[in-house]
C-alpha cells in the first residue's frame, strides 16, 4: 500500500519538483558522510557526548565491549555509502 502511494506522491510533484528532488540528493550522501565522520570520531575517542551515551548503551546490549569498535565500522561504511550516494545520483 505505502508504495501505491509513493508512486501517487511522485507522480503529483511537477517535472521541476522532480528535477529539483533529485538534484538535491547529493547533499543527503554529504550528510551521510558527515554522520558516518562523527561515529568514527566518536568510536575512536570514546566521546562522552550524550547522544553517543545515549547510542552506545542501547548498542552495549548486543555488542558488549566491542560497541565503539562497532562505531568505527559502522561510521567507516556510512562514509563510504555517503559518498557513492552524493556522486552516483
Known amino acids: 500500500m505505502w508504495r ?5 506522491g511522485y507522480l503529483c510533484l511537477s517535472k521541476h519538483r522532480r528535477e529539483r528532488a ?6 543527503w550522501g554529504f550528510v551521510i558522510a558527515a554522520i558516518g565522520v562523527l561515529f568514527v570520531v566518536w568510536g575512536t575517542t570514546r566521546s562522552e ?3 553517543y551515551r545515549v547510542l552506545v ?3 552495549r546490549v548486543l555488542w558488549g565491549d566491542r560497541v565503539h569498535t562497532f562505531y568505527q565500522v559502522v561510521g567507516v ?9 552524493a556522486f552516483t545520483l
Open 4 to 8: 501505491l502511494w509513493a508512486v501517487v
Open 22 to 27: 533529485v538534484d538535491d540528493l547529493w547533499l
Open 49 to 51: 557526548f550524550v547522544v
Open 57 to 59: 548503551a542501547r548498542t
Open 77 to 85: 561504511a556510512l562514509i563510504v555509502l555517503g559518498l557513492v550516494w
